[in-house]
């Protein structure tokens, strides 16, 4: 905490040795009155979790497992666009540590060298009918110092760390806080959502499949489009092959790469 030079983002930071997930412990902070900003860090976690009740591999000592707890003034259609910010942030902080700028994925993931090195999952709950936001927990995941035996064999060829790509070590203490001062930077003093222009330009140069083709996997099948851009919302919009133009929301779709 000494290195925290933020003023609201990580005040408190909540540290744990062992924890299911950040983000379920986070939320149980919302029926508390636990202050906005308010950070979870874990060691490790027995059930960090992904979207769709995917896993996401938190071995102790290789990591960083975060989330941040908000009580923000924002509408649930801004929660998407969370996580693209904080994409964002995540590749300006890997680039400010290690030298090398990740890559993005639409929606939730920064890659290195084409390899997944950090996921983020944003999850809220939402105020009765007003579809105001009472809170909402920003899940950080990032592999910092494993080679490719840390990780089980199902993603050893998908997932990797900022050691394996660089050989720089990264502390966790100096990779949170550098973490935690760039959300603070985007989300106050760029003035979330209204100045979406922050970071929409930058998380558009560092996507790394626009202008190609892409397959989309939804739930009723699977077709072939062109990706375009990102949308106000955060929508990744698509050409298909008969020429319309698609916009598709994170949830119910994923993305490959041909
Ligand atoms: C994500 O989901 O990538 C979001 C991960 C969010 C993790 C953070 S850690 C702190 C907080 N607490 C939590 O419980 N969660 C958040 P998704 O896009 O659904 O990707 C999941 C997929 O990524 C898995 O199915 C694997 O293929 C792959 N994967 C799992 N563990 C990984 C790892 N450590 N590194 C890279 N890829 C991984």
């Not at 960083?64 to 964002?88: E, G, H, W």
């Not at 989309?216 to 990744?236: F, H, K, P, S």
Request: hydrophobic content about 40%; charged content about 25%; proline content about 2%.
């Amino acid at each position: 905490e000494r290195r925290l030079t933020t003023k609201i983002i990580g005040h408190p930071v909540i540290f744990l040795d062992e924890v299911d997930s950040t983000n379920n412990y986070a939320k149980t902070l919302g029926a508390s009155n636990a202050q906005n900003g308010t950070a979870v860090v874990a060691a490790r976690q027995t059930a960090g979790k992904g979207r769709l009740a995917r896993k996401f591999e938190s071995p102790e000592g290789c990591g960083v497992y975060l989330s941040i707890f908000l009580r923000p003034k924002l509408q649930v259609s801004d929660i998407n666009c969370i996580t693209l910010m904080t994409a964002v942030v995540v590749a300006d902080t890997v680039e400010e540590l290690c030298g090398l700028r990740p890559t993005i994925k639409w929606t939730n993931d920064v890659y290195l060298n084409g390899k997944k090195l950090c996921g983020i999952l944003t999850e809220c709950s939402i105020e009765g009918e007003s579809g105001a936001v009472e809170y909402a927990v920003v899940g950080i995941g990032t592999n910092l110092g494993q080679t490719s035996v840390d990780f089980p064999e199902e993603i050893r060829n998908i997932a990797t760390s900022v050691f394996q790509e660089t050989g720089v070590r990264i502390a966790q203490a100096d990779y949170a806080a550098a973490l935690l001062k760039n959300f603070e930077r985007y989300f106050y003093e760029q003035h979330f959502p209204e100045n979406k222009a922050s970071f929409l330009g930058q998380y558009r140069k560092d996507l790394f499949f626009l202008g190609q083709e892409v397959t989309v996997v939804g739930m009723t099948g699977q077709y072939t489009a062109v990706a375009m851009d990102i949308d106000e919302e955060g929508r990744l919009l698509v050409r298909t092959e008969d020429g319309r133009t698609k916009a598709l929301n994170s949830g119910e779709i994923s993305i490959r790469m041909k």
